[in-house]
Every structure is written in C-alpha cells, then in structure tokens.
C-alpha cells in the first residue's frame, strides 16, 4: 500500500504537472486483535465512521449512505457484495447474524445513530479516547496481545541491526528488555538502583550498566540517563565507549558477569 500510494502520488502530479502530497500522512497498518469481537468491532466501526469525523458528510443531513467512497452503502444495500467484500464477519462482531435485508436495515440504523454520537462528541470522553488510541497506537488488543506481538517482534529482529528497525512496538519491546536487563545486572553488581546511580561517571560497574543495555537495546541515552543518573548524553557515549575498548582484568570480568543478563 505505501509503495502504490507514493507510485500513485508521483504519476498523477507528473502527469497534471502538481507536486507535493497527494494522501494526507503516510500509509499505517497496525496489528489489531481480531480474534476477540470487542477489538474487531472498534476497528471496522472506526473506518465506516470516518467521514463523519473527517467532516466529509452533508451539513445538516450527515447520512453515511450518501458518501460514495465508503463500502459501508455495499454493505447495508440490496446489491449483492463483490467478492473481496464480506460482512459476515462485521456483523457477527456486533452479535448481529447475517440474515437478509432486516439484518443490513439494523445495521445502518446503528451507524446512523453512532454518526450522530461522533458528531457530538466531546473531545474528552472516553469515545475520543479511543479514536486517539487508533490513530497512534501501534496495535489494538488486550495485554495478552501486546506481550505475544513483542515476543514476536523479539523473534524478527535477533541477530540483526536493531538501528535498523523503528516503531512504538519495538520502543516498547526495548524498554520491557531494558528494565528487565536493568535490574538482573544490578543483581549479579550486587547493587540497588539507588547505589548504582550515586557511583561515579568513571565507576566500572556504572559504565558496565550502560554497556549492557546500548547494546542489547535501542533505548535512547536520555532513558539510560535518568535511570542511572548519567547526566548528559555524551556522558553516556563516552562510559559506554571506555568500557567497551578497556583491556584490565576488571573489565573483562563484568562483561563476563553481565553477559550472563542476556540469556
């Protein structure tokens, strides 16, 4: 899809001499958890409604049915459906079987209805919320899901050049790691979190600490800086740095003892 818009997008101004953006934002997909009806049921209701909350509805008489590029007229008219466009689905999410057209009638009644909840809605209410949450999440689901999506985004990226890979679910993915990686080396230091941020920006342990976790994970330097008191940035490069070039017994030592953290 991002490669057929942008092809799309070039063509059309080279063809009527324009330039610029054609789509408004760049193609997003996101994972979302289908297998349980509450979450399939948020997401088709989000795309049918769009044209309310875009503002593309007639003034006054906002009708769903009157929007041409929408499926939502195919899905609760009399024509019948083309094959890559299927309802069952949609209406079993709303515990509305697929029985004819008493079936299409009540579901377009429910949309009317929700057309008109969008429209007034507050941008406060927990209704708004959950539109942001679509809009910028990187998936939808429960927790359960999450842990399975960074498990899997774990699996994909090993062994690679995580710098090269970007996304809220890998961020996310790396600040579990980095914790997790935190305390179990703060365990083998025999420390606290406490005692390792007092420790000196020279401390071996303190520099072994910010070694483990820049190269385990893509947190940013201003994370590693707050959970172990590191100050700037460049003092985070400059620790990480010196440990990884040092050559002493002691050095050699805590990367042995911290290597352990990342099985």
Not at 43 to 72: E, T
Not at 136 to 164: N, P, T
Not at 254 to 262: A, V
Request: hydrophobic share 40%; aromatic share 10%.
């Amino acid at each position: 899809m991002q490669w057929f818009q942008g092809t799309y997008t070039q063509r059309l101004n080279a063809r009527h001499r324009l330039s610029g953006h054609l789509f408004q934002g760049r193609y997003k997909a996101i994972p979302v958890e289908v297998e349980r009806a509450e979450y399939f049921r948020l997401v088709s209701q989000y795309i049918h409604l769009n044209p309310a909350r875009a503002g593309l509805l007639q003034a006054g008489k906002p009708d769903l049915m009157r929007y041409a590029w929408s499926s939502f007229p195919r899905f609760v008219g009399k024509a019948s459906l083309p094959e890559w466009l299927r309802r069952e689905r949609v209406f079993a999410s709303e515990e509305l079987p697929d029985e004819g057209a008493a079936s299409r009638r009540r579901y377009r009644v429910w949309l009317a209805q929700r057309v008109r909840e969008v429209l007034d809605v507050d941008e406060t209410s927990e209704e708004a919320a959950q539109w942001r949450m679509l809009r910028r999440g990187w998936y939808v689901g429960s927790e359960s899901f999450r842990d399975r999506l960074m498990d899997k985004a774990a699996g994909q990226i090993a062994g690679r050049k995580r710098a090269s890979y970007r996304g809220e679910g890998l961020r996310t993915h790396d600040e579990r790691q980095a914790r997790r990686l935190l305390a179990a080396g703060l365990v083998r230091l025999g420390l606290t979190q406490r005692a390792a941020a007092a420790l000196k920006q020279t401390d071996p342990r303190k520099q072994a600490l910010a070694w483990l976790i820049k190269t385990q994970t893509v947190m940013r330097d201003e994370w590693l800086g707050q959970h172990l008191s590191m100050g700037h940035r460049s003092n985070i490069s400059r620790a990480v740095s010196v440990f990884r070039s040092a050559k002493t017994r002691e050095h050699e030592q805590l990367r042995k003892l911290l290597h352990i953290c990342t099985d």
